[in-house]
């Protein structure tokens, strides 16, 4: 094996900053001491990863193999927050491709709001429920499979980029799906977000940790321009929109290893109890919690009313020869 290599900028000096994950398991991780992105210090293989996400992750991650009707509920809001942001930003008709679609929530959202849009998802468990519960047009598959047809006008990446053993394998690949006027919308776990303690920050699933400058930096290298930013720099999830460019030059930010260090060595228990916001946003949670408990099962229930509403109707606005094909 050769030496490792920084996926960002091909740097080979990093610093170790963890040897466990936030379940107690060996773990180690590193930090690119040029360019400041976090990652595993080895890097799983596609087979590794293939294997885990098709049968593990689920249960490791999320502790269940099929989606409750918490997760789904919390899916579809977030799939109508991701919609209500975009909706600003592209044009009504635009056709919408989800790499990881997980629950299928999102690509459902954009569906109802007049958007022809389609995901693949590798787990088995959320991508059955998907297509079965909620009829979307959701199939297992893996990103490296599509065409590289310039054809997609927007593709969503929501809670995935962290997972690929080389996230910019997949941002090349993805540059050469969308067509030259196409957006991109990613969103991940921010590392430069507050934490309780170190040990909470990495889990094998999230094989690169991004902050902001570390995941712009890697997007426009790869052919992309930040259009916008959603929320703050210390939001708990980065939520960048992208343009097609034609550079793919990389430009380091010198500051973001020092900053990154900063915020990982000031995580704390402390400073991140004594936050003026924590107390307010602590009651939030627990508040939306105790709704969820409450709520879940209804709304779960009306959404996949809506959802067999909608291809009901979809099915009658069909031309003859088609409704009879079906």
């Known amino acids: 094996m050769g030496q490792k290599q920084c996926d960002l900028c091909a740097g080979t000096e990093f610093e170790q900053i963890g040897t466990r994950d936030r379940h107690h398991q060996p773990l180690e991780t590193v930090i690119c001491k040029t360019c400041g992105l976090v990652a595993h210090g080895q890097i799983p293989s596609d087979e590794e990863l293939a294997r885990y996400y098709a049968t593990e992750y689920r249960q490791s991650y999320h502790g269940e193999m099929t989606p409750s009707d918490r997760r789904v509920m919390r899916a579809w809001k977030n799939g109508e927050r991701i919609f209500g942001q975009l909706q600003p930003h592209i044009e009504p008709d635009m056709e919408v491709f989800e790499g990881g679609a997980g629950i299928g929530c999102t690509v459902k959202v954009f569906e109802l709001n007049g958007h022809a849009s389609r995901g693949i998802e590798p787990g088995e468990g959320f991508q059955n429920y998907s297509q079965q519960q909620l009829l979307t047009n959701v199939v297992r598959g893996d990103l490296f499979e599509q065409p590289r047809d310039k054809s997609h006008e927007l593709i969503l990446l929501v809670h995935v980029i962290e997972h690929f053993n080389s996230p ?14 196409g957006l991109f919308y990613v969103e991940c776990p921010n590392i430069a977000a507050p934490f309780a303690r170190r040990s909470k920050m990495f889990h094998y699933a999230h094989i690169h940790n991004f902050t902001p400058a570390s995941l712009k930096m890697l997007a ?104 009879s094909a079906a």
């Open 220 to 323: 426009e290298s790869c052919g992309f321009k930040l259009e916008v930013q959603f929320g703050s720099q210390e939001d708990p999830n980065l939520q960048m929109l992208f343009s097609c460019s034609d550079s793919t030059e990389l430009t380091i930010d010198p500051d973001n290893y020092r900053e990154t260090m900063q915020v990982i060595n000031g995580a704390t228990p402390l400073r991140y109890h004594l936050r003026p916001y924590y107390f307010s946003s602590r009651a939030t949670k627990v508040a939306s919690y105790l709704k969820e408990h409450l709520t879940a099962k209804q709304f779960v229930a009306n959404a996949i009313q809506e959802c067999q509403k909608f291809a009901a109707e979809q099915q009658d606005e069909a031309p003859e020869s088609l409704r």
């Open 168 to 181: 910019r394998k997949a941002l090349e690949y993805i540059r050469g799906m969308l067509s030259d006027d």
